[in-house]
């Protein structure tokens, strides 16, 4: 008995089942472990194999579908930023004129919109040659600088520079020992779209150029604000 016992335990653990009957033992194959036969890979290693590669090639395509989508929104915002950039672009620089000989303009009874005629640039047509007036074509910080000069004995250099008829600096050389008179003044200033940035020849003075360009008014966007 007890070595029958034995015998069924160890059948147990081989996967068999042993029924004992009246003619003997009986034995059944015991039926396949539910969780495994469900497997679709063991039943199917090939359509399986093919089931996971497919799985994971859509995987890999959403992945790429959603970087190109995101790199293509970068790429038009970046695109957008340098358009903007491009026609922004604001950069003038005359003087007062070409000649051969020394022309001055001045002293004049009041103050008095210098009329650069030597145009170096005027990228952006922001600077008017017919009024001296240079026009803001956009909202942002500007550069400008300037430079006069005279040499007529007993009349001294001064001049303004102004946004909206508002002096910014005030360019000053009065009479002394030589006939020479210059000075300079670089600003950055704010401006606002179609703020009117001028040099403005003040009262009883005067200014003289030729093709040395003596006196040379420039101004350029640094960067646009909106
Ligand atoms: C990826 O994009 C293509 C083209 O637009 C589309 O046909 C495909 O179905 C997309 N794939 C997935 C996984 O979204």
Redesign the pocket.
Known sequence: MRALVLLYLLHAVFGQVTKYSWYGPVQEVRAPDPALSSAACLADQTSCGCCLMKKNI??M??Y???S?VEMKNQLMTAQTALNDMRASRSAFSVALNNQVFLTCIGPVNSDTVIIYKHVFLNLGNGYNVQTGVFTAPRSGVYSLAVTIYGNKANLASCASLQVNGIAVARLNDQIGQDPEDSNSAVAAVKLNAGDKVTMNLLKNCLICDDFNHFNTFTGFLLYATN
């Open positions: 859509n995987y395509e959403m790429f579908n959603q190109i």
